[in-house]
Nanobody
Framework: QVHLMEPGGGLVQAGGSLNLSCEVS?????????MAWYRQPPGKERELIAN???????YYPNSVKGRFTISRLDARRTLFLQMNDLKPADTAVYYC?????????WGRGAQVTVSG
């Protein structure tokens, strides 16, 4: 069963913006502990770039802080990642992630390519 659906990704020029979305299945949306976005640049390990926890608290590493914004819309069971001022170094496969009662769920990934 696919629990995380993340269409989108795409090609954008440096300085541009892109919004990623991830629809979470009803089966796992309730009682989520952490919702997050990770990315894996070519030839590198997967890295956390944003998370949101109960109460709406968010975290961003310095590499994206001030440029990326994570949010959730519960009525649509959807997680978003707004990415602004994109740089070629942001080129990666982006994954949404949910932690629910000790279980880890991953989206299939969306390719984002930023041209210089």
């Amino acid at each position: 069963q696919v629990h995380l659906m993340e269409p989108g990704g795409g090609l954008v020029q440096a300085g541009g913006s892109l919004n990623l979305s991830c629809e979470v299945s009803e089966a796992i949306f309730e009682n989520t502990n952490i919702m997050a976005w990770y990315r894996q640049p070519p030839g590198k390990e997967r890295e956390l770039i944003a998370n949101i926890i109960s109460g709406g608290f968010t975290y961003y590493p310095n590499s994206v802080k001030g440029r990326f914004t994570i949010s959730r819309l519960d009525a649509r069971r959807t997680l978003f990642l707004q990415m602004n001022d994109l740089k070629p170094a942001d080129t990666a496969v982006y994954y949404c992630y949910v932690l629910n009662s000790g279980h880890h769920y991953w989206g299939r990934g969306a390719q984002v390519t930023v041209s210089g």
